[in-house]
C-alpha cells in the first residue's frame, strides 16, 4: 500500500525567506508524483507533477520540486515567499498501476509573514 | 469554463440516517473521484468512476456507494451515516486515468449528529 509523510504540520517564515517543505512516500513501483495547494477558503489546485524524466519540475508561481528516487522524497522548494503563499500544501502519490487511486499526505500549513 | 461543482456546500444529518452528494466534472473531463477529508487530514480515495462504472476503491466500507451518469456528474451515496463520516467530502474530475493529476471541487461539508 502507498504512504505518503509530510514532516511539518506548520511552517511560519517571513517573506522572502526560502521555503522546503518535506515529502516521503513509500511505495516500490513507479509513482506519479504531485503537490497541491489549498489557498485559505478556495478549492485544491494542483502546483506541479512528475512522471518521468528530469526529477527537478517546475510548477506555477515560482515553485519546483525534486524528485529523489533513492530517498522516496519529493520536496517542495521556492526561493523567496510572498505573503500570498499562505496556504496549505499537500503531497500526494500515485502508481502507474493504479493511476487513478492518489495518497495524500496531511499537509503542511504555510503562513507566511508581511 | 465551469469547474468541478459540488452540491450542498454543507449538510448536517442525524446517525443512521442516508446521504447524497453529487458533483458535476470540469468540461472535458470523464472521471470523477471521490475523496473524505476529516479535520486535520489529508484527503483519503473513496473511489473513482469512469464509463459509468466503479474502476478503483480505497477502503471504505460498503456504505459508501456511487454513482455515474451518461453525462459523466457523479453521486456519492452514505448509508447508515455514523458520527465518525463527519467529514469534507471532495469531488475531484479528471480526464481518463487521472495520470496528469485532477481538478477538485470545493466540497460537501457533512456534519452527522
Known amino acids: 500500500a502507498q504512504s505518503v509523510s509530510q514532516h511539518n504540520h506548520h511552517v511560519i517564515l517571513s517573506e522572502a525567506a526560502s521555503l522546503e517543505l518535506g515529502c516521503n512516500y513509500s511505495y516500490g513501483g513507479t509513482v506519479n508524483l504531485f503537490w497541491y495547494v489549498q489557498y485559505p477558503g478556495q478549492h485544491l489546485q494542483l502546483l506541479l507533477k512528475y512522471f518521468s524524466g528530469d526529477p527537478l519540475v517546475k510548477g506555477i508561481k515560482g515553485f519546483e520540486a525534486e524528485f529523489i528516487k533513492s530517498k522516496f522524497s519529493f520536496n517542495l522548494r521556492k526561493p523567496s515567499v510572498q505573503w500570498s503563499d499562505t496556504a496549505e500544501y499537500f503531497c500526494?502519490?500515485?502508481?502507474?498501476?493504479?493511476?487513478?487511486?492518489?495518497?495524500f499526505g496531511d499537509g503542511t500549513t504555510l503562513t507566511v509573514k508581511p | 469554463d465551469a469547474g468541478v461543482t459540488q452540491s450542498p456546500t454543507h449538510l448536517i444529518k442525524t446517525r443512521g440516517q442516508q446521504v447524497t452528494l453529487r458533483c458535476s466534472p470540469k468540461s472535458g473531463h470523464d472521471t470523477v473521484s471521490w475523496y473524505q477529508q476529516a479535520l486535520g487530514q489529508g484527503p483519503q480515495f473513496i473511489f473513482q468512476y469512469y464509463e459509468e462504472e466503479e474502476r478503483q476503491r480505497g477502503n471504505f466500507p460498503d456504505r459508501f456507494s456511487g454513482h455515474q451518469f451518461p453525462n459523466y456528474s457523479s453521486e456519492l451515496n452514505v448509508n447508515a451515516l455514523l458520527l465518525g463520516d463527519s467529514a469534507l467530502y471532495l469531488c475531484?474530475?479528471?480526464?481518463?486515468?487521472?495520470?496528469?493529476?485532477?481538478?477538485f471541487g470545493q466540497g460537501t461539508r457533512l456534519t452527522v449528529v
Open positions: 500526494a502519490v500515485n502508481a502507474n498501476t493504479n493511476a487513478g487511486k492518489s495518497t
Open positions: 475531484a474530475s479528471s480526464a481518463g486515468t487521472g495520470i496528469s493529476g485532477a481538478f
